[in-house]
């Protein structure tokens, strides 16, 4: 899969069907190429120099060779490219320029740990191989490692660095990216994903221009406001043909992508921790290693791409017992009670959810402290008896008995100033001296770079968590950092606070999934506010957002379809009017939408009628139906909610033997259209049969001619056929 030519120091990495070619050239790894598997490259790097007028250069006797034109691998600063570049490190002397020169390499088979950070994986060496190349410069005594892997499966290749001071002076980094893509033109599209709290990864799609464009968060989170990933598509390339190559940064905290079109229309593109507000103070000896970025490449458009993120970050992501089990449809009754909850009320809608076929009942905020609002006891992690008399233990038996899993919200890293824990360690949270501390939602952030906080976290949590039978855990965190610094911090490591939490975060996570195996975690942010690769490492799904009405969340769930598998995005059917945007959606198109991802739902079912009980029993029998093919199946995008009335997409087992699909119509039109659902994926030499109606169809007429959608009055209308082999 990595392949080297020691004569002319070229690598040539495959992946999948993918080739990335580096060669170093003067000491520089120089990027010749990433795109579709190639035999062998032929070409001479010659053919990137080029004289330019006033172009910087170190050789008078090779003026070509200039740093600012050439494709580079891990471009620095300071001596000739005045693009943007992966890194930057300060010296004692002040000075920010370095050059780091090719030292070595190494090859291996499979794919090692980042220490302390989440990554994806492989499960057996044979799976993939991995590259790393070593970079120096004599002049700061920096060592930095160049690491990629390459997959045997997946179109995919990760790279991540790794920073070491190997002299006698301490170094500061201002900069230190994961990765950076010089692309040869800039013939592309970039599709970036923005959004707000209930309005997560909305798809934005536009042509690049000569500048600079980056999405970013500067929030201590990745954040629902732009997502920690990119997309470069050819302005040909759809959904199902043509070029794109994805960036998705497995990084929950600060992070910067920036796309630069440079004076001879090439690219380079970056992504990283954000260098904003970021510096890391690197003492003799020490060493900093920066997140992963999964870079995929595709030639079957969009829809390529997706599926290849969805399947690796499903299986070689994601982790634990649950990767690769069905996940229970559960009931939730945040919506339910909000706060308002007592034993009574909880078990009442925990029996009509058994009859309805569901198999987990999670209980969401206000179980602890004495949180009858979000105005107090984040951080004490003790159950409210004057809510639940007889503890959770006892709650949760009863819920076993009823055969229901019991599952439990947190929110571990805030802290209510209206709290024990606050009373008791007020320096606990992020905070500067002297000034005063901003609040959302009347909470503060933990700090958690400290270790006394990672301590405490892990002990209140191992106590609640041992002390019933939990099977699942719901971990929320709804706000992001302001005053950011740490009182266990000295001053000149002030900087480094926003990711040492993000460090301090992973390690409490990663000991408590440890810790419980058997649990479900859940991740969630104020809704989707964190979905990101990083969360879903420890956490195998999240909640994908708090706005749970239909017609949204076809755009939120199609948006977040781009990246991750619909395994991991929680959706619920939620009540009428929609809690979020008042909208009156039917039952059906409620029940559809969230069964296209981790099915539950969300309202008080004790007060449907007894029609509606019905159709919720047959949704969910239905969805245990599908399960399979919604939670480990290829999904296939067909119609895109963002652009019309209409949403559409499919779901098609790995064999081909199966397949659902759901076609949506928002709001009803006069002289409608007949519309036809044409299915993606299928074989097109197969027969398959509509298992409701039994009528047989040919793969390939299913995948030109499709099936007909009706023609109904009324909005919020939906459809789905299921279809499987003969
Ligand atoms: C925000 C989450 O997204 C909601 O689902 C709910 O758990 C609330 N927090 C509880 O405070």
Same mark, same amino acid.
């Not at 080739?19 to 053919?47: D, F, T």
């Not at 660095?161 to 950076?180: D, I, M, Q, T």
């Not at 739902?601 to 029998?621: F, G, H, M, P, R």
């Given at each position: 899969?990595?392949?080297?030519?020691?004569?002319?120091?070229?690598?040539?990495?495959?992946?999948?069907?993918?080739?990335?070619?580096?060669?170093?050239?003067?000491?520089?790894?120089?990027?010749?190429?990433?795109?579709?598997?190639?035999?062998?490259?032929?070409?001479?790097?010659?053919?990137?120099?080029?004289?330019?007028?006033?172009?910087?250069?170190?050789?008078?006797?090779?003026?070509?060779?200039?740093?600012?034109?050439?494709?580079?691998?891990?471009?620095?600063?300071?001596?000739?490219?005045?693009?943007?570049?992966?890194?930057?490190?300060?010296?004692?002397?002040?000075?920010?320029?370095?050059?780091?020169?090719?030292?070595?390499?190494?090859?291996?088979?499979?794919?090692?740990?980042?220490?302390?950070?989440?990554?994806?994986?492989?499960?057996?060496?044979?799976?993939?191989?991995?590259?790393?190349?070593?970079?120096?410069?004599?002049?700061?005594?920096?060592?930095?490692?160049?690491?990629?892997?390459?997959?045997?499966?997946?179109?995919?290749?990760?790279?991540?660095?790794?920073?070491?001071?190997?002299?006698?002076?301490?170094?500061?980094?201002?900069?230190?990216?994961?990765?950076?893509?010089?692309?040869?033109?800039?013939?592309?599209?970039?599709?970036?994903?923005?959004?707000?709290?209930?309005?997560?990864?909305?798809?934005?799609?536009?042509?690049?221009?000569?500048?600079?464009?980056?999405?970013?968060?500067?929030?201590?989170?990745?954040?629902?406001?732009?997502?920690?990933?990119?997309?470069?598509?050819?302005?040909?390339?759809?959904?199902?043909?043509?070029?794109?190559?994805?960036?998705?940064?497995?990084?929950?905290?600060?992070?910067?992508?920036?796309?630069?079109?440079?004076?001879?229309?090439?690219?380079?593109?970056?992504?990283?921790?954000?260098?904003?507000?970021?510096?890391?103070?690197?003492?003799?000896?020490?060493?900093?290693?920066?997140?992963?970025?999964?870079?995929?490449?595709?030639?079957?458009?969009?829809?390529?791409?997706?599926?290849?993120?969805?399947?690796?970050?499903?299986?070689?992501?994601?982790?634990?017992?649950?990767?690769?089990?069905?996940?229970?449809?559960?009931?939730?009754?945040?919506?339910?009670?909000?706060?308002?909850?007592?034993?009574?009320?909880?078990?009442?809608?925990?029996?009509?959810?058994?009859?309805?076929?569901?198999?987990?009942?999670?209980?969401?905020?206000?179980?602890?402290?004495?949180?009858?609002?979000?105005?107090?006891?984040?951080?004490?992690?003790?159950?409210?008896?004057?809510?639940?008399?007889?503890?959770?233990?006892?709650?949760?038996?009863?819920?076993?008995?009823?055969?229901?899993?019991?599952?439990?919200?947190?929110?571990?890293?805030?802290?209510?100033?209206?709290?024990?824990?606050?009373?008791?360690?007020?320096?606990?949270?992020?905070?500067?001296?002297?000034?005063?501390?901003?609040?959302?939602?009347?909470?503060?952030?933990?700090?958690?770079?400290?270790?006394?906080?990672?301590?405490?976290?892990?002990?209140?949590?191992?106590?609640?968590?041992?002390?019933?039978?939990?099977?699942?855990?719901?971990?929320?965190?709804?706000?992001?950092?302001?005053?950011?610094?740490?009182?266990?911090?000295?001053?000149?490591?002030?900087?480094?606070?926003?990711?040492?939490?993000?460090?301090?975060?992973?390690?409490?996570?990663?000991?408590?999934?440890?810790?419980?195996?058997?649990?479900?975690?859940?991740?969630?942010?104020?809704?989707?506010?964190?979905?990101?690769?990083?969360?879903?490492?420890?956490?195998?799904?999240?909640?994908?957002?708090?706005?749970?009405?239909?017609?949204?969340?076809?755009?939120?769930?199609?948006?977040?379809?781009?990246? *991750?598998?619909? !395994? /991991?995005? +929680?959706?619920?059917?939620?009540?009428?009017?929609?809690?979020? %945007? &008042?909208?009156?959606?039917?039952?059906?198109?409620?029940?559809?939408?969230?069964?296209?991802?981790?099915?539950?739902?969300?309202?008080?079912?004790?007060?449907?009628?007894?029609?509606?009980?019905?159709?919720?029993?047959?949704?969910?029998?239905?969805?245990?139906?599908?399960?399979?093919?919604?939670?480990?199946?290829?999904?296939?995008?067909?119609?895109?909610?963002?652009?019309?009335?209409?949403?559409?997409?499919?779901?098609?087992?790995?064999?081909?033997?199966?397949?659902?699909?759901?076609?949506?119509?928002?709001?009803?039109?006069?002289?409608?259209?007949?519309?036809?659902?044409?299915?993606?994926?299928?074989?097109?030499?197969?027969? *398959?049969?509509? !298992? /409701?109606? +039994?009528?047989?169809?040919?793969?390939?007429?299913?995948?030109? %001619? &499709?099936?007909?959608?009706?023609?109904?009055?009324?909005?919020?209308?939906?459809?789905?056929?299921?279809?499987?082999?003969?």
């Amino acid at each position: 899969m990595i392949h080297y030519d020691e004569k002319r120091k070229q690598f040539h990495l495959q992946s999948g069907e993918t080739s990335y070619v580096i060669q170093i050239v003067r000491g520089y790894p120089l990027h010749l190429y990433w795109g579709k598997k190639l035999s062998a490259y032929r070409g001479q790097p010659e053919s990137f120099f080029k004289k330019r007028s006033f172009a910087p250069y170190a050789d008078p006797q090779h003026p070509e060779f200039s740093l600012d034109t050439l494709p580079l691998e891990y471009p620095g600063y300071g001596n000739g490219d005045y693009r943007h570049p992966a890194y930057q490190v300060q010296l004692v002397n002040g000075s920010t320029v370095s050059d780091l020169r090719f030292a070595g390499h190494r090859t291996y088979p499979g794919k090692e740990k980042l220490p302390g950070l989440p990554a994806t994986y492989v499960a057996d060496d044979a799976e993939a191989e991995s590259l790393d190349i070593f970079l120096n410069d004599p002049v700061t005594h920096l060592a930095v490692t160049l690491t990629y892997t390459v997959f045997r499966d997946f179109d995919a290749i990760t790279r991540s660095v790794r920073f070491e001071n190997k002299g006698k002076e301490a170094l500061r980094l201002l900069r230190a990216l994961s990765a950076s893509v010089d692309f040869r033109d800039d013939r592309f599209e970039v599709m970036t994903f923005y959004g707000s709290h209930n309005f997560e990864r909305n798809i934005s799609r536009r042509p690049l221009q000569m500048e600079t464009l980056s999405v970013e968060s500067r929030r201590g989170a990745s954040s629902p406001q732009h997502d920690p990933l990119f997309a470069l598509l050819r302005p040909n390339t759809d959904e199902d043909q043509g070029e794109a190559f994805g960036f998705s940064l497995v990084y929950s905290g600060n992070f910067s992508a920036e796309i630069e079109v440079d004076q001879f229309h090439t690219t380079r593109t970056s992504i990283g921790i954000h260098p904003f507000d970021f510096s890391w103070k690197l003492e003799p000896g020490e060493s900093f290693q920066t997140p992963e970025v999964v870079m995929v490449h595709s030639t079957k458009g969009l829809g390529g791409m997706s599926r290849t993120y969805n399947r690796l970050y499903r299986t070689r992501l994601a982790r634990g017992k649950y990767r690769d089990r069905p996940r229970p449809t559960l009931i939730n009754n945040w919506e339910a009670t909000y706060f308002k909850l007592n034993e009574k009320k909880l078990l009442a809608i925990a029996a009509e959810a058994k009859k309805a076929g569901i198999e987990l009942f999670v209980l969401d905020d206000g179980w602890f402290g004495r949180r009858d609002n979000d105005k107090s006891s984040l951080g004490d992690w003790v159950v409210d008896r004057r809510k639940l008399p007889h503890g959770l233990d006892w709650l949760a038996g009863r819920m076993n008995d009823m055969g229901l899993m019991f599952g439990l919200w947190f929110e571990p890293e805030m802290v209510s100033p209206n709290s024990d824990l606050y009373r008791r360690h007020p320096d606990w949270c992020l905070h500067v001296p002297n000034r005063p501390r901003t609040l959302t939602r009347f909470q503060l952030v933990l700090d958690l770079s400290r270790a006394d906080v990672r301590a405490y976290l892990i002990d209140s949590l191992t106590k609640v968590l041992s002390g019933a039978n939990i099977q699942y855990v719901k971990w929320d965190m709804n706000r992001h950092m302001t005053e950011i610094g740490s009182a266990s911090l000295p001053a000149d490591r002030q900087r480094e606070t926003a990711h040492r939490y993000i460090l301090g975060l992973y390690s409490v996570i990663e000991t408590l999934t440890e810790r419980f195996p058997d649990i479900l975690f859940e991740s969630c942010s104020s809704g989707g506010g964190r979905f990101d690769p990083g969360m879903l490492h420890y956490m195998p799904q999240t909640w994908a957002s708090d706005n749970t009405d239909a017609a949204s969340r076809l755009k939120i769930q199609y948006g977040t379809s781009i990246i *991750y598998p619909a !395994i /991991a995005i +929680g959706a619920h059917v939620s009540a009428v009017p929609n809690h979020q %945007v &008042g909208r009156v959606t039917s039952l059906d198109m409620r029940g559809h939408v969230a069964m296209c991802g981790n099915f539950g739902y969300e309202l008080d079912l004790t007060k449907l009628s007894d029609q509606e009980k019905k159709i919720i029993k047959k949704q969910v029998a239905f969805y245990k139906e599908i399960r399979p093919l919604i939670q480990f199946g290829d999904f296939y995008r067909i119609e895109n909610p963002f652009v019309g009335n209409e949403a559409a997409w499919c779901f098609v087992s790995g064999d081909r033997s199966e397949a659902v699909g759901f076609f949506f119509r928002v709001l009803s039109d006069p002289a409608q259209p007949i519309r036809y659902f044409i299915f993606k994926g299928l074989d097109p030499d197969a027969l *398959y049969e509509n !298992i /409701a109606t +039994g009528d047989i169809f040919g793969g390939d007429e299913l995948i030109h %001619v &499709g099936v007909t959608v009706p023609i109904e009055k009324g909005d919020f209308r939906s459809y789905v056929w299921r279809i499987r082999k003969i």
